[in-house]
Each structure stands twice: as C-alpha cells, then as structure tokens.
C-alpha cells in the first residue's frame, strides 16, 4: 500500500474533545471543552420549533440564506463601524472552523508562512498545514501575554502571507489594545501580509477593556478576513454557524473554497437564529453582564483555594499554574484530575508552541451550581494530586 499524507502524519486527534471524552467517562465537571450548559434565548428556540414544520428542509444559496446575510449584515454594520454588503462581502459557513479553514486556503498558497500567535486554539496550526503552508510562531509572553513587536517584525520579515489574530484570545483571554492591533496593522502593511481574525468572543470583553475590529483599523478593511460564529454569542455551539466578512474580490473566493469544503451550513438553523441577529444591544449587555459574573464567581473561588490562575480579560478562559504538583506531563495531570477530583480540564501544552506544561485551562461558560460544584471539587485537588507526584 502506498503511505497516506505526509501532510497529516503527524496529526493528533484534537486533545480539547479527546479531554471531554475523558471527563463524559469518570463523570466530571466538563470544564474542557468551551460549552455552555444552559439554554439559548428564549426567542431562537421558539423560532426553531416553528421552523421545523415550514419550508426549510432543503438547500439553502451556498453561501448563506439571503435573510440572515442580510439581518447579519446589519448588525455587523452597526458594529464594524461600516457598510457591509450581505451579497458581495459575507459567506456563511459551517462554525467559525470552517470559516477559519476557507480563509486560510483562500489566502495561503503551498510553501507561503503564515504568523500565528502562540499560545493559539489548536486548530491553527493544522488549518496552516492542511492548506500546505508553513506555521510561524511568535511567543505572547506570560502572565500578561503581551507580544514582542521586534519578534513579530522577524516573523514578518520571513515574507509572511498572512498572520492569525485571536481576539479576545482563546486559551488566554487576552484582549488586544489598540495600540498593540496598531502595530500589527502597520507591519502587515508594510510587508503586504493579510490578517485572518477569530473574533468569535467579540461580545464577551470586560470593562474598562473594549472590542476593537481589526477589520475597522484605518487601511485595514482590504487585507482583513474577519471570521466569526454564533455559537458562543447565543450558546448554540451544536449549530456550527459561523461565517466570513471580507472585500467583495476576497469573498469571491472565500465562496467557492467554501463550496467545495462543505456545500452550505444547515438551512433551518440559518432561519432559526435570525431573531437573535436582530436583538438589541441591551442583549449583549446582559451576556457580558453574565458573564461578568460568572468569572468573578469562578475566579473568587479559585483565589479562596489558593490556586494560582490567570486573569481572562475576555472569552471565558482561564489558566491555572499547576507548577506545585510536579507532574512532567501536563497531559497526564489532566487525566488524573478527571479520574481523582472530577474536574475535566485541558492540558496548556495543546495550546502553546513552546515548551509548556505546568498550565492547564478551564473555562467558566456553565451555570453557577455547575461552576460551584466543580470547585467544591477542586477543593480535594492539593491532597489528592500531591499523591500522584
């Protein structure tokens, strides 16, 4: 038999769902994998049940039904600061996965480097290679995960394509300042470089701190492909919608990647969600209220165990330093902690290019009896960890 793809061959299954797997089979608090367990909004769900019995059964256009593309147009308008058109400058796809893989493969040719941040969501690096392209990692140095503009220069001076921005950050919860997105604008105009962003947690930034589109940046709209999703603005992660905005000539081909990767996203969740895309911002008000809310408590909790952790400015992540417990394999640890105190956690070692394993990540998007039971669970961790040392 001839050998399969060298270009997979060193592929892991995905260490975030594998951890879920692992916390389902000991019957652990799911802190892995980024999911709420509580409802979406009332309003979505409503319009899903009555979508069930209409018309929306088969096919929607490829690249998103006329209707939402356009009640996402408009409040994408109002955020972005500019005009979106929903015909020439939007593709809906499959979750922000596929979004994120359709602009990749749009932009990057065989051979071409593309800049990624580490520590970055694990699918980066693979979305770089599948499109036969050269992953460049530059370190956002903790605790404060802020990047060295030299050692992004260097990166760019490789003849970089394209570079990767998550923001607010996925493990770390960074959020970007102005200044810092200003220095990447300005060295990926300079070395004519595109910039694809995951701006999936757009919604969820804490105060003072605010979201700054970086396709809104000053000579930015024509070089950024800005990817997004609904899944964690209306907890709705099992619906995989996400999408592209984009220049008309870029969403040209964004489309036809996006035609041959998976056809369209699913048509009756298209129709489903559009009250959602309308609500008001008194909405994400009250999302980021609630989540605001839910880091305090989850964060408090942590402090009042002596647990050493980051402090998320956005997104709902956070990283705990497991340093004391002396364990070589970060990985190993997360298994233990599911198997030992119930608590499903992923290893930070997934997330970082460098050699990192003495950080572990939680997340905090669960309702407060879960988030309080799963540190009434890590209460035990010192005494039943230590043992495993």
Not at 165 to 190: D, H, Q, Y
Not at 308 to 314: L, R, V, Y
């Amino acid at each position: 038999m001839q050998k399969l793809s060298a270009r997979t061959a060193d592929f892991t299954d995905s260490v975030i769902r594998r951890m879920t797997r692992i916390s389902n089979q000991h019957g652990a608090v799911n802190l892995s994998q980024g999911f709420p367990d509580f409802q979406p909004p009332k309003a979505i769900l409503d319009r899903l049940a009555a979508v069930s019995a209409e018309d929306f059964h088969q096919y929607s256009i490829t690249w998103g039904a006329q209707n939402f593309r356009e009640a996402l147009a408009e409040k994408q308008s109002r955020l972005m600061g500019r005009t979106i058109d929903p015909n020439g400058e939007i593709t809906v796809t499959c979750g922000s996965t596929e979004a994120m893989m359709a602009a990749m493969m749009t932009v990057a040719n065989p051979g071409d480097k593309v800049i990624i941040f580490s520590p970055f969501y694990e699918n980066y690096g693979a979305d770089t290679i599948l499109s036969g392209a050269e992953p460049i990692y530059v370190p956002l140095t903790p605790p404060d995960f802020h990047f060295d503009p030299e050692a992004l220069e260097d990166a760019f001076r490789q003849k970089a394509k394209a570079l990767v921005l998550c923001n607010p950050s996925n493990p770390c919860g960074r959020v970007f300042t102005r200044e810092e997105l200003e220095i990447i604008a300005g060295l990926a105009e300079k070395y004519d470089a595109y910039v694809i962003t995951d701006e999936v947690y757009e919604h969820i930034v804490y105060a003072p701190l605010k979201h700054t589109y970086f396709a809104a940046l000053p000579g930015m709209w024509d070089r950024t492909i800005s990817c997004s999703s609904l899944s964690k603005t209306y907890s709705i992660t099992g619906w995989r919608l996400g999408y592209t905005i984009a220049p008309p000539e870029i969403t040209e081909r964004i489309k036809k990647v996006h035609d041959f990767l998976t056809v369209g996203a699913a048509a009756p969740l298209q129709e489903a969600v559009i009250p959602g895309l309308r609500f008001g911002q008194d909405y994400y008000d009250e999302l980021l209220a609630e989540y605001t809310h839910k880091r305090a408590l989850f964060l408090k909790g942590l402090d009042d165990l002596r647990i050493a952790h980051t402090n998320p400015e956005g997104a709902y992540y956070v990283l705990l330093d497991i340093s004391e417990y002396g364990y070589e394999s970060d990985l190993t640890f997360c298994e233990d902690l599911a198997r030992e105190v119930g608590v499903g956690a992923v290893p930070g070692s997934s997330f970082f290019r460098e050699p990192v394993n003495h950080l572990i990540r939680l997340h905090f998007a669960k309702k407060d009896e879960t988030l309080l039971n799963a540190l009434n669970r890590l209460e035990s961790m010192r005494g039943k960890m230590s043992k495993r040392v």
